[in-house]
């Protein structure tokens, strides 16, 4: 029995840096308003890339929220529950949220989950779950 290896060019782009653009891409213009050619200009990548990499339109939006949930979702709640003492705490909190909404430059501001994920539950497959699962990661840093 032989081994073989998939053939093919290597990635010459960042994966997170392709995701990042398209979360940006889709909180800006929605999923129903993002077309497959928005999504390979705002990544920077050819369509049959975008195809290897990341499968089709739906797959990529779950791996953007993904994405979003484990990298910056939960930023601003484990900020303030980093704090000392209740004024640390919320300014901690405020900072985290105006650095993430102002940082993107061109990109959709402010949570990529209430802002645009929110409008397809429903509407995608499998974005009920992860929403399920965003709603569970804010109250597993809330005290009880």
Known sequence: MTDTKR?????TFNEGDA???AMNTFGTKGYDGTSMKDLTAAMGISG??????FGDKRELY???IDRYADVDG???IVAF???????????D?????????????GGAKGCFLASCV???????????ERMEDGHACTNAVRPR
């Open 7 to 11: 053939m093919g060019r290597p990635r």
């Open 19 to 21: 995701l990042l653009a």
């Open 48 to 53: 049959p890339s975008l195809y290897s990499a």
């Open 62 to 64: 779950l791996k953007t």
């Open 74 to 76: 939960c930023a601003p």
């Open 81 to 91: 529950e980093a704090g000392q003492d209740i004024a640390k705490a919320v300014h």
């Open 93 to 105: 909190f405020l900072e985290s949220v105006i650095l993430y909404s102002t940082a993107e430059h």
């Open 118 to 128: 929110s409008t397809s539950v429903g509407e995608v497959e499998g974005v009920v």
